[in-house]
């Protein structure tokens, strides 16, 4: 058995957005912590994606059921509605298509929980007028260079493929605040990370 | 043991089918005897079975050694008590295939005219085995499976389980196998046919009737074979241009090199424990295996709406089976909605590489049976 890890406030608030017993895909689940959460906590049938071979092993030792694959490329096999809830956490911007990966979860679920880093963040609009360089994580950070996309660019996106916003939380030194509909130009100046509920239109 | 089997497998577990076994073909087997082992306790309801099956030149010994030629298992890494097939919470039952030649019958077993069939044997298919199988399992008083597991040849069986009986068997894991040969697997086992039948000892089949034994021709096929089984990366890693035995090459055609010295001991060491004409109708029933041709082409359709959990594994230097073939099982389950999970393990070994020491792989296995096992109550 895995051991036991803390966790993460990010993965509570998104699992408390989940149905009870929902159908869940999670693209670039990681290890599957996430998953696990909503298996334990949700009773969701839960299944996962993600590249790398190392962690969905993981993820698959601990019983759940994984696809090692490309979500860039293996999304547009599932048919249409196969899931209830599609969460991107932490991932939509290490996709090399993230619109062409958003609009396959708008089809293949009715639900999209996305979870992603803010560079609305007011520090990090500074980082780049006052001293010309991109905000954290730089290019020579391990995991690349992140997307570097605001809240309001993930709305906007998630409207153009037939999302629309049923709430905005904040996340805010590793808390997550209250979900909400309004005061987003605030929330885009403040949240280090945002965690998106889109529902097709 | 019925009186016309072969006395040297006497020591073999064997259960007669009750029913002719219609093939492929058109032609009907009578009495048809498979040779099985099995490990770990039935529960009470019977729904914690497991059936391994084999590769083309493996046999029912998986988790003990053969009693006949105390040959060790060949899955003692993965089958057995805490293992990833626990046999502490499963009965694992493997069977010797149909046309196989450890105690299922087979070319070398003997017709009803009490000779050999030799090529007298009806070519048979994957779904022929599967149907062996089935009835093998019918037999024992089994309703259902828990578990098809399989790798390579076994692998195309876990395939052919699910789309033959989707309502016998609850989970299947096809592992570094295929839905259909490829044109360089048809072209591999072709070489390896025609080195046997070149074999002046094979007697146009007739070997075992003659006295003989087509040992070098069967040698050769498994020589051509082996080198498809083990990757580039592990031979250069094992041998590279090592001499064998020798300072300088010899200029001759002696074994100079290790490479060479290898699969001249892979070969021989095969043909005292492989019938020849075995080794032509198996490797035969894995050229006509295609899945999709039984819907026109699209393997999703032969699996849509399937109640069956998959597992499927690949291995990332394995060009047997590579991890492409095994994406495409996994890309035509994920359309047909099936739950399906995939992993494709790094490792250098190549083919071979599902019999050996892979950890990740070993414990994505237990956990996918063991959820499994959660869901079916066991």
């Known amino acids: 058995m895995v051991e036991q890890r803390t966790v993460r406030p990010d993965h509570e608030a998104i699992a408390r957005r989940v149905r009870q017993g929902a159908r869940v895909l999670d693209v670039g689940c990681g290890d599957g912590a996430l998953l696990d959460l909503l298996k334990s906590t949700r009773s969701v049938d839960a299944r996962g994606l993600e590249l790398s071979s190392e962690t969905a092993g993981i993820a698959m030792a601990r019983g759940l059921s994984v696809i090692q694959g490309d979500a860039d490329s293996d999304l547009e096999l599932f048919p249409d509605d196969s899931f209830e809830v599609a969460i991107l956490s932490q991932a939509v911007q290490q996709m090399r298509r993230p619109a062409r990966v958003l609009g396959e ?4 679920a009715p639900e999209v929980i996305v979870s992603f880093r ?28 992140l997307l570097p996309v605001t809240a309001l660019d993930m709305i906007e996106l998630a409207g153009r493929l037939g999302l629309a916003c049923v709430a905005v939380a904040p996340v805010r030194g590793g808390e997550v605040g209250a979900f909400r509909n309004k005061g987003l130009k605030r929330l885009n100046w403040g949240a280090d990370e945002v965690i998106l509920h889109l529902r097709r239109m | 043991m019925p009186d016309n089997a072969p006395p040297q497998t006497s020591a073999l577990r064997v259960l007669t ?3 002719p076994l219609k093939l492929d073909c058109g032609e009907t087997l009578d009495h048809v005897e498979i040779a099985y082992e099995s490990w770990g306790e039935p529960n009470a309801n019977r729904s914690n079975v497991i059936l391994i099956c084999h590769a083309l030149t493996g046999d029912q010994f998986a988790a003990s050694p053969n009693p006949l030629t105390g040959r060790p298992a060949w899955w003692p890494r993965v089958i057995g008590p805490g293992l ?8 694992v039952i493997a069977t010797n295939v149909l046309g196989g030649c450890m105690g299922t019958t087979g070319p070398a077993s003997n017709a009803p005219d009490g000779k050999p069939y030799g090529t007298r044997f009806p070519v048979i298919t994957i779904g022929d085995m599967v149907r062996a199988q089935r009835a093998f399992i019918a037999a024992l008083g089994i309703d259902s499976l828990f578990s098809v597991i399989g790798g390579s040849m076994g692998g195309m069986q876990a395939l052919e389980w699910a789309a033959q009986a989707p309502g016998q068997v609850f989970t299947s894991v096809p592992i570094a196998t295929s839905a259909r040969h490829s044109a360089q697997n048809i072209a ?11 074999d002046p000892d094979w007697c146009e089949g007739n070997y075992l009737a003659q006295g003989k034994r087509p040992s070098r021709g069967l040698a050769i096929a498994r020589m051509a074979a082996h080198i498809t089984y083990v990757s580039e990366g592990a031979l250069k890693r094992k041998f590279d241009r090592g001499l064998q035995d020798r300072e300088k090459t010899s200029f001759s055609f002696d074994a100079d090199f290790q490479v060479e010295s290898y699969l001249r001991y892979q070969g021989h060491s095969f043909v005292d424990r492989f019938d020849a004409n075995s080794y032509l109708y198996v490797t035969r029933a894995m050229d006509y295996f295609d899945l999709s041709s039984r819907s026109e082409g699209r393997l999703a359709d032969v699996f849509r709406d ?19 073939a095994n994406r495409e099982i996994t890309r035509a389950l994920i359309a047909a909605g099936a739950e399906v999970s995939y992993l494709d393990i790094q490792s ?10 892979e950890p990740i792989y070993e414990r994505a296995l237990a956990g996918f049976l063991s959820s499994s096992a959660e869901l079916r109550g066991i």
């Open chain 2, 306 to 324: 399937t109640p069956v959990r998959f597992c499927v594994f690949s291995f990332s230097s394995d060009w047997h089976y590579p991890p492409e």
């Open chain 1, 105 to 108: 979860l708008a089809r293949i």
């Open chain 1, 118 to 145: 803010n560079y609305g963040l007011w520090s990090r609009r500074l980082t780049l007028i006052r001293h010309g360089r991109m905000p954290a994580p730089g290019l020579a950070h391990e995991d690349g260079v």
């Open chain 2, 17 to 19: 089918l009750p029913e």
């Open chain 2, 84 to 91: 990833a097939i626990d046999t502490d919470r499963y009965h």
């Open chain 2, 348 to 357: 250098d070994k190549g083919h071979d590489a599902f019999l050996l020491k």
């Open chain 2, 188 to 198: 591999f086992y072709e070489v390896g046919r025609q080195a046997i039948m070149a």
